[in-house]
Nanobody
Framework: QVSLVESGGGSVQAGGSLRLSCQTSRYVFTSFCMAWFRQAPGKEREAVAVITSVGITTYADSVKGRFTVSRDKRNAENALYLQMNSLKPEDTAIYYC????????????????WGQGTQVTVSS
């Protein structure tokens, strides 16, 4: 059973910052591909950032230069992070953590395991 628990969401004004966390087991954290996705009301779930088990990152064009995904295997917290800076109202969505032991891509269909999500609201 793979558990992914997100935290860190909240409300912030445009231009502000938030850091999301995704807590999981040591095994998943060190060996799975992990990613952040988001889903705004009435829209499809979209990729935000993906990080492979060896730390290679890929970002959606809409967040490049503003968001940073990180995983530090030296850290015993076993947490994936998403640092979000210069937030815009269009970043408002539920943010989901995802993981998969075999595949890695920006497609939501790639990922087998999902967290419950955390709400991020950015006001103008």
């Amino acid at each position: 059973q793979v558990s992914l628990v997100e935290s860190g969401g909240g409300s912030v004004q445009a231009g502000g910052s938030l850091r999301l966390s995704c807590q999981t087991s040591r095994y998943v954290f060190t060996s799975f591909c992990m990613a952040w996705f988001r889903q705004a009301p009435g829209k499809e779930r979209e990729a935000v950032a993906v990080i492979t088990s060896v730390g290679i990152t890929t970002y959606a064009d809409s967040v490049k230069g503003r968001f940073t995904v990180s995983r530090d295997k030296r850290n015993a917290e076993n947490a994936l992070y998403l640092q979000m800076n210069s937030l815009k109202p269009e970043d408002t969505a539920i943010y989901y953590c995802a993981a998969d032991g075999l595949r890695c891509s920006l497609s939501a269909s790639t990922f087998t395991h999902w967290g419950q999500g955390t709400q991020v609201t950015v006001s103008s």
